[in-house]
């Protein structure tokens, strides 16, 4: 009992929300920032000396982590615990680290005071991660009015089924609401941001977008609606997941190990257009992938290599392309960047900017990261606990926020430079 009440404490320390409940979840259950959470409650648990914290919030929104940073404070000055924090967040680096080391292919090329060498970096590749910040290179938006929108909700909710205690629970389940009324519109060639914390329901409003979970409300993709339940794989349905494509979090797990990249990136014109011959799939394969910047020029053998044979970043065009090969309208972009270093985002944003002003497309981009927020959204919406807080312009809601949460979301984003533990 006094194990599990310690649990428990970790895990409201982390910012788990309702923990006492959570301790009882499986990894499944919980979003991917709260997994997170949670590995950072476990190695906390035997108080260590030194903590060697591996990307520790990578997951998590700005809010959360300064949460997790003071936490690491505190217990530093409580029980002397040193941190190696290894990152590519270099805000992380600015508020917590005391000395800072920069390695380039296993090479240290500068080391020293975080002040030191945030304000004159000595290595070219130093000077190369610090300007390396999102930029914005986005077409205006200017869709005329009454144009009609590629994606609509209305009042749209997701629930989960719980297990009810007692005997309540053999007869029926309780539910846990993801989303709230989520009412949104996205018109054709623009950029929809979906701003929140770990567990607001972001990814649960893109799953539903994306006919993956059942919903009530109204849900709408280019005038048309899901045929219900929108999971079921009727030719209506098929017509619309052509339409929406995904682009996931993680490019080191949404690929699969087994398959080659010709097999990845034309499997979507296997289901789509089936009519196609192997010589005019590895057209498109092969032309989709250059317009990504993967080539065969550059990457000899390329539709025969395996994702294991590609970085973080070249594994992310492979999944845009994989996106983008059955032409569609709208493409969600779930955390596209959150795994990639910053010079890396940065080229991958580039990317994005460049396709939505050749193709038209319209992205519904789901992160925690104000930053890409700015660089890329025309519009914002701002969620917490399953509800739309606020919405409206990037520029109107970020600069000038009215909900007390999107101020402290923006607030948190913004780090005094030379601020360092």
Not at 12 to 39: C, D, V, Y
Not at 142 to 162: A, E, F, K, M
Not at 302 to 322: K, N, T
Request: net charge neutral; aromatic share 4%; charged share 20%.
């Amino acid at each position: 009992a006094q194990c599990a009440q310690a649990a428990i404490e970790l895990l409201a320390k982390t910012g788990i929300p309702e923990p006492a409940r959570r301790a009882n979840s499986f990894p499944h259950q919980l979003s991917g920032g709260q997994r997170q959470r949670a590995m950072i409650a476990m190695a906390l648990a035997s108080e260590p000396q030194l903590l060697l914290a591996d990307e520790p919030t990578t997951a998590l929104d700005v809010t959360l982590r300064g949460q997790i940073l003071d936490l690491l404070s505190d217990l530093q000055r409580a029980n002397g615990m040193a941190v190696l924090l290894i990152t590519h967040d270099l805000n992380l680096v600015r508020r917590f680290a005391d000395r800072v080391a920069v390695m380039e292919q296993g090479v240290l090329v500068e080391q020293g005071p975080v002040a030191d060498v945030f304000n004159a970096p000595q290595h070219a590749y130093t000077r190369r991660l610090i300007a390396s910040q999102p930029r914005r290179d986005v077409a205006p938006a200017d869709s005329p009015p009454g144009t009609p929108p590629v994606i609509h909700t209305q009042d749209l909710r997701v629930v989960y089924p719980t297990p009810l205690p007692g005997i309540r629970g053999w007869f029926k389940k309780g539910e846990f609401v993801a989303v709230q009324g989520a009412t949104l519109s996205l018109l054709p060639g623009e950029t929809l941001g979906v701003v929140g914390e770990s567990g607001s329901g972001k990814s649960t409003l893109a799953q539903a977008i994306l006919g993956l979970l059942p919903h009530t409300g109204q849900l709408q993709v280019g005038g048309q609606a899901w045929q219900l339940p929108a999971m079921r794989n009727t030719p209506a349905n098929q017509q619309l997941r052509r339409r929406v494509q995904v682009v996931f979090q993680d490019p080191f797990s949404s690929l699969s190990p087994r398959l080659t990249v010709e097999e990845i990136v034309g499997e979507g014109l296997k289901v789509h257009e089936p009519a196609l011959n192997t010589a005019e799939r590895r057209i498109r394969v092969e032309a989709v992938l250059s317009e990504v910047g993967l080539t065969e020029a550059q990457y000899p053998r390329l539709l025969e290599r395996y994702p294991h044979e590609f970085s973080g970043g070249q594994r992310q065009r492979l999944a845009i392309a994989r996106a983008l090969i059955v032409q569609p309208q709208v493409l969600v972009l779930d955390e596209p960047t959150s795994a990639l270093d910053v010079t890396i985002q940065q080229q991958v944003l580039g990317l994005l900017q460049r396709l939505q002003k050749e193709k038209g497309l319209s992205y519904l981009l789901i992160t925690h990261d104000v930053d890409v927020i700015r660089a890329m959204a025309h519009n914002v919406l701002v969620m917490k606990d399953g509800a739309v807080l606020e919405h409206g312009v990037v520029d109107q809601v970020l600069d000038a926020p009215q909900h007390p949460y999107t101020q402290r979301l923006v607030a948190a984003a913004t780090v005094p430079d030379g601020a360092s533990a």
